[in-house]
């Protein structure tokens, strides 16, 4: 008997458009002072988005920039609430969407290592103990006293893949993560997350490359513009996608 892992159901965000988180204060002010202020432009990011997605299937999302791909993974992790809508999530999340977002800077890579997992849901003391192998996967052990706005940005993209998977969730959530770090991290991120595919964790993959989402999904969601194109098997839906495009 096949078990709901995740569930939208008429899901639509609306999101303010980025001419307005442009726009700044002193501009603002002054179109007021002038009787010339216009409520900010908002757009429809997603549209009616249904969807169920049993537990343990791997599923690709693909689309054209823009087509609302990173911020249905966003509204699926419960980092932005729809507008309308609902979302209903069985199981524990570790999303790697935008790596090291959670940090805190001003406080140590371990201190840090110990909050993100609490976050997620995890004792202190279980992170404690993860740590260890956390850094090394990160290649970090000699930071492990630096606070976080002293690491490059690779570093902490390294440190945010190395704890959301070293936790084991029953949900991976991956948005073109392969790119981090150098080929012999990338080398170790791809092995780590080949052991994810061979296990029943539900996972969700953004991707541009059309031979691995073949390859590693069970299923396709064909995103345009907000809404779901198409969905159901890899091969049928990636072949009406480039057929789409070129």
């Known amino acids: ?21 442009s726009y700044d204060l002193k501009k603002t ?8 202020y216009q409520q900010p ?45 609902t979302v209903r999530v069985r199981g524990q ?18 201190d840090n290592i110990v909050l993100y997992g609490v976050l997620l849901g995890f004792s202190r003391a279980e992170m404690k103990e993860r740590s260890a192998s956390i850094l090394d996967f990160a290649e970090l052990e000699d930071y492990r006293f630096v606070p976080v706005k002293g690491l490059s940005s690779g570093m902490v993209a390294r440190l945010g893949f190395a704890i959301a998977t070293d936790i084991q969730p029953d ?15 990338k080398n170790k991120c791809k092995k780590r997350i080949d052991k994810f595919w061979d296990s029943h964790v539900t996972i969700l993959v953004v991707s541009h490359s059309m031979e691995f989402i073949q390859q590693s999904c069970d299923k396709v ?10 969905a159901g098997d890899s091969e049928k839906v990636i072949k009406s996608y480039l057929d789409s495009v070129t």
């Not at 078990?3 to 639509?12: F, G, K, S």
């Not at 949900?171 to 991290?185: H, M, P, R, Y």
């Open 171 to 185: 949900i991976l959530i991956l948005d073109e993560v392969l790119s981090v770090g150098d080929e012999s991290f």
């Open 1 to 21: 008997m096949t078990e709901e892992a995740i569930r939208l159901d008429q899901v639509c965000l609306w999101r303010r458009t980025q001419e307005e988180f």
């Open 221 to 230: 969601v064909w995103l345009t513009k907000g809404h779901i194109n198409l």
């Open 41 to 85: 432009a908002k757009k429809l990011v997603l549209d009616k988005i249904n969807l169920v997605l049993e537990r343990g299937e791997k599923i690709g999302i693909i689309g054209s920039n823009g087509a609302g791909k990173s911020t249905l993974l966003k509204v699926i992790s419960g980092i932005l609430q729809p507008t309308t809508g």
């Open 93 to 110: 999340i570790a999303p790697l969407i935008e790596l090291g977002a959670g940090f805190d800077t001003e406080i140590s890579v371990i």
């Open 29 to 36: 002010v002054l179109s007021i002072f002038e009787g010339k």
